[in-house]
């Protein structure tokens, strides 16, 4: 069982504040009352919205600082009656810069660390787990190849220092590599390592069991399964676990969060108490709750810390954490499919639309997971739930997805060259491949004629472009008529894919031209030779008329 610390001096405060309040609720130690409620109340710890996969240095330092976003989340929530779901993101945007990593977020960090408060691990960026689904994706999208943001000079090797006499000199550990790994830069001591918090009240059955097939447990509204208020906060639907949230107490917990001023917080504070005090077991065992907060309310500048402090001492209450609430007996229960609006779905399938061309884009390159491991991350970035509150910030976001798309798939390209003319009836036509890429990449170049006076004999040649430079491709034609010939030029993966747009080449075929100018030259060569020799004659007659 987790222990709750509560500062004193807080409850003082807050007893003295609400006094009126808590005097209204009944005494869950007087004779005959029932037990108090297990409440398990839950909060996220994010960063703000962004399109990155990673939090650049500067926003870090930013968010970090004493008055930062991050560090007024964090002091609303540390060592608090509340269980924390951690964006791994936020841990490893810190971790991957190293050495140069702003002293504020490992500060941070650290602080987070030595927390007691119950934790478990978010999607990457928060991200929506169910949207992708309803828009037909293949799975769960998550988080796969970090190596695309690693700088090994941020990573120095370890030093281990050698039993000596009498000082001990350090040396450098030539096995160990210290450079990180996708599990290092989020790994973290979780108190639940293996649970799923989609958007509320967005599963279907199919998403559950997709769900139930990557995580233990599952977190649902109590909307999803046909209620308001939860009859139990751990339930089963079909083969999964379930951990339903109390739709009705989680409104009245985010609205006393969000409600401001004072008197209008102890209004609120009031009914949320209340309605705690109402909660009843149907069985011997006590009640349990799930009280989770609304992601669309930011807990920076809120009444959080004073909300959890004050239900969790109410009388009526025993604020319980996550692991406990996972020991409860089980019931079970029926999902009620809740489907994201289709409005919603088409901005994601465009999306995925993107993210597909780019991962097959990516296979001409040496290395595709330094492309797609980036690209998948800034896709999770661009679904996260951050973005629920600003309806314009995200479609903006998701436009900028689409342009960065464009944009990667722009780096390798087809040069535009003049007209080119083709002289002998067999030649090689030069195609340039330009590679903005900082790996090397090798394309398949593909070449149509749009009219039949010209005939490609390998309309599929392959061609290797060294990082950040140009190459020739040779494309072995023959000429069959005179005239002038369009070419449809395309750059194309190994499966004959095609990437990038079509680029269109003029061509000037002089068709029998070579066979003429080769007899021209012979029969120019053979009067040379005559005349050389004719002449040779002449002299020779001339000088032994002389003798003569």
Known sequence: MTVWPAPAA?????????????????????????????????????????????????????????????????????????????????????RILGTDAPSSATAWLARLENATNETFPLAWADADLTAPLHADSNGLLLPESIDFAIVPSRFPPAVVTAPSTPTPAPTLDPDASPLPTAASLVAWNYTVDSIAWPTMNSVTNNDLSILDRSFDTTILSSK???????????????????????????????????????????????????????????????????????????????????????????????????????????????????????????????????????????????????????????????????WSANAIGWETARIAYETASNALRDRVRIVKSSTITLWADRASLPVTISNELDQAVTVYVRVRPLTPLLKVEDSFVPVTVEPGSQRKASIPVQSLSNGSVELMVTVNVVSGTQIGPTTFVRTTVQAGWETPFTIGVGILVVLVFAFGILRTILRRRAARGSEA
């Not at 209204?24 to 130690?29: D, L």
């Not at 005090?277 to 004073?306: K, Y």
């Open 10 to 94: 807080a409850a003082i405060v807050l007893g003295l504040a609400l006094s009126p309040i808590v005097s209204a609720v009944p005494s869950a130690t007087a004779a005959g009352q029932p037990a108090p409620v297990s409440v398990t109340m839950i909060a996220t710890l994010t960063a703000p919205a962004r399109t990155t996969g990673f939090i650049d240095p500067i926003r870090l330092a930013s968010y970090t600082s004493e008055f930062g976003l991050l560090t007024r989340q964090l002091n609303q929530i540390i060592n608090k009656s509340v269980v924390i779901g951690i964006d791994p993101s936020i841990l490893a945007s810190i």
């Open 224 to 386: 999803n399964i046909g209620s308001e208020t939860a009859s139990s906060a751990r339930t089963t639907v079909g083969p999964a676990q379930v951990l339903v949230s109390d739709a009705s107490l989680s409104a009245l917990f985010s609205a006393t969060v969000a409600s401001g001023p004072l008197e209008e917080w102890q209004r609120s504070l009031a009914s949320l108490t209340a309605a705690v005090g109402s909660v009843t077991s149907t069985t011997e065992e006590p009640a349990s709750v799930l009280i989770a907060l609304d992601r669309q309310i930011a807990t920076s500048d809120t009444d959080l810390g004073s909300t959890i402090d004050a239900l969790a001492s109410s009388p009526n209450v025993r604020a319980v954490g996550i692991a406990e609430l996972l020991q409860t007996p089980l019931r079970s229960t029926d999902l009620i499919d809740a489907p994201v609006e289709d409005t919603a779905i088409e901005a994601v399938k465009k999306l995925l639309v993107d993210e597909a061309a780019d991962r097959e884009f990516a296979r001409i390159a040496a290395t595709p997971a330094l492309i797609t491991g980036q690209r998948r991350l800034d896709l999770l970035a661009t679904l996260s739930n951050s």
